[in-house]
C-alpha cells in the first residue's frame, strides 16, 4: 500500500512541477514576419519587420505604421541579430515568419551560413519563402509598403501563393525544399529574385500609399542560379519560364510568337515534362519530353483559323517557339553557367549510381 502512494504521490508532483521553462508573456514578444539578411563592406546586416501590436489593435494613432523594421550590423549574422536585438524593446518571435529575403551580395559570398543560423533556431517552423532581392538591398524589399496588406512580408507571400499557378515565373521555394537541394547529390538550387519597381526611397513611406498609383511595387519574375551555396548569375523572365516548365514547377504559360509580321499568343495548360535517360558509350543521353494543351487566345495577322491545315501549321509554329525557349534556358544553365539546376546529374545517380560517381566532376 505504501509503495502504492508513493507511486501516485510521485505522479502527481510530476504534474505539479512540470512547466515551460522558457515561458515568455506575449505581449513581451515581438512577432517577426520576414527577414532581410544583407552584406555590405565585409559586415552581415540582419532586419527583423516587426508587427505594430498597437496598430493592429486600433489603439494607436492613424500615422503610426503597422509593422517596424530593426536592423543590425555584425561581423557575424548572430552578431547582427544581437545587434538588431539591443534596440528592440520585445522579443523576437519567428514561429509566424513567412518571407526571407536574402540580399544579392550576401548570396554571391554563399548562403550556407544564413541557412545554418535558421536551421539552430528552435522557434522556426521552417516553412517559409525564401527570395533573393536583386537590383536592390533585402531590407529595402522588407520596407516597401503595399497597399493591399498591413505587412510587406505578407505581401510578398500572398504574391508567391496567388501567382503560383498563373505566373510561370514564380517558383515556390520554401526554406525545408531549399535546404534539400543542398543535401542531393546531382542538383543545384535556384532562387525566385524579387525586385522593387519605382521609386523605392518613396515605397517605404507611409505617404505613399495615400496615392491610387503607388510610388514603388514589388515584382517578382526572374531566377538567380547557384552552383553549391553561391548565386553566380540571373536567368531572364523567359529563361525562367523554360526553366520552369522543364522542372515541372508550371501551372499555365502565356506563349508569343511571330506571325507574319505581327504576334500571336497561346496560353499553354497541363503542362508536363518527362524526362529519359540512357547511355551511349559511357555518355549519358538525356531526351526531354514536353507535352501540353494549348488554346489561341490572340492573333494579329490575317490567317483563316477555321481551317485544319492552317491550325496545324499555327500549333507548328508554337512548338517551335516553345523548343528554341527551353533550348535557352538549357544553354544558360549548361553552357553560361555550368550549374545543374534541372537536376540532371540526380537523375543520372538514381539510375546508375557508380556511372554518376566516375562523371559528377565533369
Known amino acids: 500500500m505504501k509503495?502504492?502512494?508513493?507511486?501516485?504521490?510521485?505522479?502527481?508532483?510530476?504534474?505539479?512541477?512540470?512547466?515551460?521553462?522558457?515561458?515568455?508573456?506575449?505581449n513581451d514578444l515581438a512577432i517577426t514576419t520576414g527577414i532581410a539578411i544583407d552584406f555590405?563592406?565585409?559586415?552581415?546586416?540582419?532586419?527583423?519587420?516587426?508587427?505594430?501590436?498597437?496598430k493592429s489593435q486600433g489603439e494607436s494613432n492613424k500615422q503610426e505604421a503597422s509593422s517596424v523594421v530593426y536592423s543590425g550590423e555584425g561581423d557575424s549574422i548572430s552578431s547582427a541579430y544581437m545587434n538588431?536585438?539591443?534596440?528592440?524593446?520585445?522579443?523576437?518571435?519567428?514561429?509566424?515568419?513567412?518571407?526571407?529575403?536574402?540580399?544579392?551580395?550576401?548570396?554571391?559570398?554563399?548562403?550556407?551560413?544564413?541557412?545554418?543560423?535558421?536551421?539552430?533556431?528552435?522557434?522556426?517552423?521552417?516553412?517559409?519563402?525564401?527570395?533573393?532581392?536583386?537590383?536592390?538591398?533585402?531590407?529595402?524589399?522588407?520596407?516597401?509598403?503595399?497597399?493591399?496588406?498591413?505587412?510587406?512580408?505578407?505581401?510578398?507571400?500572398?504574391?508567391?501563393?496567388?501567382?503560383?499557378?498563373?505566373?510561370?515565373?514564380?517558383?515556390?521555394?520554401?526554406?525545408s525544399d531549399f535546404?534539400?537541394?543542398?543535401?542531393?547529390?546531382?542538383?543545384h538550387p535556384i532562387l525566385s529574385g524579387i525586385e522593387i519597381e519605382g521609386d523605392?526611397?518613396?515605397?517605404?513611406?507611409?505617404?505613399?500609399?495615400e496615392s491610387t498609383t503607388p510610388s514603388s511595387n514589388i515584382k517578382i519574375d526572374t531566377i538567380g542560379i547557384f552552383k553549391n551555396d553561391k548565386l553566380i548569375g540571373w536567368a531572364s523572365p523567359l529563361e525562367t519560364i523554360g526553366v520552369n516548365i522543364l522542372n515541372n514547377e508550371v501551372g499555365s504559360v502565356l506563349l508569343e510568337s511571330k506571325c507574319d509580321n505581327e504576334y500571336m499568343a497561346s496560353?499553354?495548360?497541363?503542362?508536363?515534362?518527362?524526362?529519359?535517360?540512357?547511355?551511349?558509350?559511357?555518355?549519358?543521353?538525356?531526351?526531354?519530353?514536353?507535352?501540353?494543351?494549348?488554346?489561341?487566345?490572340?492573333?494579329?495577322?490575317?490567317?483563316?483559323?477555321?481551317?485544319?491545315?492552317?491550325?496545324n501549321e499555327l500549333q507548328e509554329q508554337f512548338q517551335q517557339t516553345l523548343k528554341a525557349m527551353l533550348q535557352e534556358s538549357l544553354n544558360l544553365a549548361q553552357k553560361?553557367?555550368?550549374?545543374?539546376?534541372?537536376?540532371?546529374?540526380?537523375l543520372i545517380y538514381k539510375k546508375d549510381f557508380k556511372k554518376w560517381n566516375e562523371i559528377k566532376d565533369n
Open 267 to 311: 496560353t499553354l495548360t497541363n503542362i508536363k515534362t518527362s524526362t529519359e535517360i540512357s547511355f551511349e558509350e559511357n555518355i549519358p543521353k538525356i531526351k526531354l519530353n514536353v507535352v501540353a494543351d494549348g488554346a489561341l487566345v490572340e492573333i494579329n495577322c490575317k490567317k483563316n483559323i477555321k481551317k485544319t491545315e492552317v491550325i
Open 179 to 187: 535546404v534539400s537541394k543542398f543535401l542531393r547529390d546531382g542538383i
Open 84 to 175: 538588431l536585438n539591443s534596440k528592440n524593446p520585445k522579443i523576437p518571435y519567428i514561429s509566424h515568419l513567412e518571407v526571407i529575403v536574402i540580399g544579392e551580395e550576401a548570396a554571391k559570398k554563399g548562403v550556407i551560413d544564413v541557412l545554418d543560423f535558421l536551421m539552430r533556431n528552435p522557434e522556426s517552423r521552417k516553412e517559409f519563402f525564401v527570395l533573393l532581392s536583386k537590383g536592390t538591398t533585402a531590407s529595402s524589399i522588407l520596407e516597401t509598403l503595399s497597399p493591399l496588406e498591413s505587412f510587406p512580408s505578407q505581401n510578398i507571400a500572398n504574391n508567391i501563393i496567388s501567382n503560383k499557378e498563373d505566373q510561370s515565373t514564380i517558383i515556390v521555394e520554401e526554406y
Open 336 to 346: 553560361s553557367y555550368n550549374s545543374d539546376i534541372f537536376g540532371f546529374g540526380e
Open 3 to 26: 509503495k502504492v502512494k508513493m507511486i501516485v504521490t510521485l505522479f502527481f508532483l510530476a504534474f505539479i512541477t512540470t512547466g515551460c521553462w522558457n515561458y515568455h508573456e506575449l
Open 40 to 54: 555590405k563592406n565585409n559586415k552581415y546586416i540582419v532586419s527583423y519587420m516587426i508587427a505594430n501590436a498597437k
Open 200 to 209: 523605392k526611397e518613396e515605397g517605404k513611406n507611409q505617404s505613399s500609399l
